[in-house]
């Protein structure tokens, strides 16, 4: 949990560049840290414009005290252990004890100041991506500012000129630091609280890690070949659900860090993209979609009625994106006979596995593999094996959810009549139609 200890006192002004000495110290706001990586609840303000709060999957919102008319915020770049999902942690670099950091919350035309202390063994900067912001405050090590050193704190100031949905992450030794999980994401609401009100709202960010089975630590260097398919740092079962009372008008705003494009599809809805990091866009330009492509370095944001309830799946359509490790450098094995194959491989692996002749489904199997290694496909629901994992989760529509409820509701309580079901097989093989040949259709 976080701690909020002495976070709410008053404070000097700081500079708008290094912070450093002991009376200049005295006036950096409390590091406030996160040692969970379930859903919080949404940090209502305290003060200031009122807002509906976004709630991060799988993660939190940073505190902020006032200080005269600014609002203060205070980061913290370092080490931190992410647990993908349950069996397997990672370590990484992010913010406030966690990867991804923590949502930066404010509204249109705050003032804001954020200040950055280092705890990495490097030097680092924070880019603001898709803010307006002064040049020296866009975190461009070198370019716009001195790189921030270990064991220094900087600190940022600008307004909220415009609302919308964000992003932050270094540009300093981008490729490691980037790779190594150091991204959040920053929610800007309007200051009109009558412009696009939405009941819910949700928000994460998409990264993709190389870390090899059995290890703890991703391979920075790699540009193509991912294995773990992450929102907000997790990969199904361990991404945390989506509830939603039926009925309400839902927002989730996503962020793509990752080093790929992911089609985002919602199942049972169509919904329109309201907003990108440049702007929300006009309702006479919105179309309705069931999936949204979300290019790399950018935010999409979508609106949806939650009018159908169930439990809907929520996912990258990427096929490879919603599995886990341990996939890439299997054969194909599909109508192959195992049997001859197994036997030859038994002599030297007594313990190896010979799979996939009729395909891949591995609900049922338990399958030998190294320490902190999740499945490549696992998670079960009321039915049987649900066999994703990556970008995977599921939204889930309820009738009797009360209206601040973001707990997990359980399973789907379906209608009589209304799932999918076996029926009789026919005692001998259906006759077959042929179909006309083309050169005898009349065109």
């Not at 919102?61 to 205070?74: A, I, Q, S, V």
């Not at 790779?179 to 929610?187: E, L, N, P, Q, S």
């Not at 509701?409 to 001998?428: K, L, W």
Request: hydrophobic share 40%; net charge neutral; charged share 20%.
């Amino acid at each position: 949990m976080f701690s909020r200890r002495g976070f709410l006192g008053t404070a000097a002004l700081a500079s708008a560049s290094a912070v450093s000495g002991r009376v200049q110290a005295a006036a950096i706001p409390e590091a406030v840290h996160m040692d969970k990586a379930v859903m919080q609840p949404p940090l209502h303000p305290a003060s200031g414009p009122d807002y509906r709060p976004v709630v991060t999957l799988n993660g939190w919102t940073l505190p902020f005290r006032m200080n005269g008319d600014w609002k203060e915020f205070h980061l913290v770049a370092e080490p931190v252990v992410r647990e993908f999902a349950e069996g397997m942690k990672v370590n990484l670099w992010g913010y406030n004890g966690q990867s991804p950091g923590p949502t930066i919350e404010a509204v249109e035309g705050d003032k804001v100041r954020i200040f950055v202390t280092n705890r990495l063994p490097e030097y680092t900067t924070v880019h603001w991506h898709g803010m307006i912001v002064p040049s020296g405050m866009d975190g461009v090590g070198g370019l716009t500012q001195p790189h921030i050193q270990p064991g220094k704190t900087f600190v940022y100031e600008f307004e909220m000129k415009k609302s919308g949905t964000f992003m932050y992450h270094p540009h300093s030794d981008e490729m490691v630091q980037m790779a190594m999980g150091m991204m959040g994401m920053v929610v800007v609401h309007p200051r009109d609280q009558s412009f696009r009100p939405v009941d819910r709202d949700f928000v994460f960010v998409m990264s993709t890690y190389r870390v090899d089975p059995g290890t703890y630590l991703p391979r920075v260097n790699e540009m193509t070949d991912f294995n773990m398919w992450t929102w907000n740092a997790r990969v199904f079962p361990g991404i945390d659900p989506l509830p939603v009372r039926l009925g309400d008008k839902v927002r989730v705003r996503i962020g793509n860090l990752s080093m790929t494009n992911h089609p985002i599809h919602l199942h049972g809805h169509s919904f329109a993209v309201t907003c990108t990091d440049g702007g929300w866009i006009p309702e006479s330009a919105q179309y309705p979609e069931t999936t949204t492509d979300v290019p790399v370095g950018a935010v999409r944001v979508f609106d949806v009625l939650a009018d159908n309830p169930g439990d809907w799946a929520f996912h990258c359509h990427k096929s490879h994106h919603t599995m886990n490790a341990m996939g890439h450098d299997m054969r194909n094995m599909i109508g192959v006979s195992r049997k001859d194959l197994a036997k030859a491989v038994g002599k030297l692996a007594p313990d190896a596995m010979v799979m996939g002749q009729s395909g891949m489904a591995m609900g049922n199997m338990e399958m030998p593999a190294p320490d902190n290694t999740l499945p490549m496909m696992s998670g079960a629901g009321q039915f049987g094996p649900i066999e994703m994992g990556g970008m995977f989760t599921v939204m889930k529509i309820r009738e009797n959810l009360a209206r601040g409820d973001y707990r997990d509701p359980g399973p789907y309580q379906f209608p009589q009549g209304t799932v999918a079901y076996e029926v009789a097989s026919p005692s001998a093989e259906p006759a077959r139609q042929p179909g006309t040949p083309a050169r005898r259709m009349k065109m």
